[in-house]
């Protein structure tokens, strides 16, 4: 399974992939805060639900997600990249493939020494989250 979308909450990426099944691609969803947690230190996830549909699946989910966006904006709470619009995001932007080549960036953002960001799968852009506290607080968003 390969995500093509991530959200901040369970709803609507529950939405996307009830829609994505309906239309004949078998989607499911996947909450990784704990690995977000566990892996990359982070205390408050972004992101962390993803739409997940088959690998071989990708391109036809993606032309589908853009048609079923326009027709009902089904990517209305989805994470889009500000730069080219693509819904293949990550958070934090540590690399999901190796785990020892992130001790180093991960230690140093839970450190506040590095920004954690988004990162774009698509076209490599990263950004701050939009509400990110700076002083560590809850509930800020
Ligand atoms: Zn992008």
């Known amino acids: 399974m390969f995500p093509i979308a991530s959200f901040e909450d369970a709803a609507p990426a529950e939405a996307l992939a009830r829609r994505l099944s309906e239309e004949g691609i078998g989607a499911a969803t996947n909450d990784d805060a704990g690995e977000q947690l566990l892996r990359f230190l982070t205390p408050h996830p972004h992101a962390q639900w993803h739409v997940l549909v088959p690998s071989d699946k990708v391109q036809e989910a993606l032309d589908k997600l853009r048609a079923l966006d326009a027709?009902?904006?089904?990517?209305?709470?989805?994470?889009?990249?500000?730069?080219?619009?693509?819904t293949q995001i990550e958070y934090p932007q540590f690399s999901r493939n190796t785990l020892v080549g992130n001790i180093v960036p991960v230690a140093a953002a839970a450190l506040g020494l590095v920004e954690r960001e988004f990162?774009?799968?698509?076209?490599?852009?990263?950004?701050?989250?939009?509400?990110?506290?700076?002083d560590s607080r809850d509930g800020a968003r």
């Open 71 to 86: 027709s009902e904006q089904i990517l209305r709470f989805a994470i889009r990249c500000p730069d080219c619009g693509s």
């Open 119 to 134: 990162y774009c799968t698509a076209c490599h852009f990263t950004w701050p989250p939009p509400a990110e506290v700076s």
